[in-house]
Antibody, heavy 121, light 113 residues
Framework: QVQLVQSGSELKKPGASVKVSCKASGYTFTTSAINWVRQAPGQGLEWLGWINTNTGNPTYAQGFTGRFVFSLDTSVTTAYLEISSLKADDTAVYYC??????????????WGQGTMVTVSS | DIVMTQSPDSLAVSLGERATINCKSSQSVLYTSNNKNYLAWYQQKPGQPPKLLIYWASTREIGVPDRFSGSGSGTDFTLTISSLQAEDVAVYYCQQYYSDPLTFGGGTKVEIK
C-alpha cells in the first residue's frame, strides 16, 4: 500500500536550518509528483511547491524561493524539504503529498503524517 | 493566482441532516479541452493530515462513503454530506489544481448541532 512517512518533529533556533524527509513506499517513486504543504498552528493549508520525481525539477510557490529547497534521493525513494535561515513564522506542520503522476494535474491522493517544525529561541 | 473562497466558515448540523459547503474560485478551473474541473475536496480531522474525498469536482475517491458528493463547474462548487455522521466532524478544504500556485480555500469547520 502507498505510504509517505515523514521524519520527526524538530525544534530549531531562528537562523538555523532544518531538513524534513518524506520516505515513499508501495509504488514506483519516480512516477508520482511530490508536493509540499504547510499548516501553521490553527491555520489553513498553504502550498509550497512541488518536485517532478522523474526529472528532479522543483517548482516553488512565490514566497518560497531561496530559503526553501526541494530535493530527492531516488535510491531510497525519499523526498526532502530543506529550509534555511529559519524564522519564527516558519513554525508549522509540514506535509508531503503525492499526486498520482508527474503531470501535476491531480488532487493529492496520499499524504505524509506531517512534521512539526518549531522555531523558537 | 486563483483565490478559493469557501463558505460558511463553520456550520453545525444535526446528526442525519444534510451539510452543504460552498467553494468559489476567482477564475474558472474548467479545462475546456477535456471538460474537467480541476477541483478537489479534502477532509481534515484534528491531528491528522488532510484526506482526499473528491477530485475532478465530483469523482469520489476510492473508499469514501457515498454520503459525500461534489458538484459544480467553472467557478462555483459544492460539497454535500447527505446525512451527517459523528465521524464527519472535521474541517473541509477545497483546492484548485488548474494552475500554479495550487491554492486551497480557507476551510469550513463542520460540527454536530
Amino acid at each position: 500500500q502507498v505510504q509517505l512517512v515523514q521524519s520527526g518533529s524538530e525544534l530549531k533556533k531562528p537562523g538555523a536550518s532544518v531538513k524534513v524527509s518524506c520516505k515513499a513506499s508501495g509504488y514506483t517513486f519516480t512516477t508520482s509528483a511530490i508536493n509540499w504543504v504547510r499548516q501553521a498552528p490553527g491555520q489553513g493549508l498553504e502550498w509550497l511547491g512541488w518536485i517532478n520525481t522523474n526529472t528532479g525539477n522543483p517548482t516553488y510557490a512565490q514566497g518560497f524561493t531561496g530559503r526553501f529547497v526541494f530535493s530527492l534521493d531516488t535510491s531510497v525513494t525519499t523526498a526532502y524539504l530543506e529550509i534555511s535561515s529559519l524564522k519564527a513564522d516558519d513554525t508549522a506542520v509540514y506535509y508531503c503529498a503525492r499526486q498520482y503522476d508527474n503531470w501535476h494535474d491531480d488532487g493529492f491522493d496520499f499524504w505524509g503524517q506531517g512534521t512539526m517544525v518549531t522555531v523558537s529561541s | 493566482d486563483i483565490v478559493m473562497t469557501q463558505s460558511p466558515d463553520s456550520l453545525a448540523v444535526s446528526l442525519g441532516e444534510r451539510a452543504t459547503i460552498n467553494c468559489k474560485s476567482s477564475q474558472s478551473v474548467l479545462y475546456t479541452s477535456n471538460n474537467k474541473n480541476y477541483l478537489a475536496w479534502y477532509q481534515q480531522k484534528p491531528g491528522q493530515p488532510p484526506k482526499l474525498l473528491i477530485y475532478w469536482a465530483s469523482t469520489r475517491e476510492i473508499g469514501v462513503p457515498d454520503r459525500f458528493s461534489g458538484s459544480g463547474s467553472g467557478t462555483d462548487f459544492t460539497l454535500t454530506i447527505s446525512s451527517l455522521q459523528a465521524e464527519d466532524v472535521a474541517v473541509y478544504y477545497c483546492q484548485q489544481y488548474y494552475s500554479d500556485p495550487l491554492t486551497f480555500g480557507g476551510g469550513t469547520k463542520v460540527e454536530i448541532k
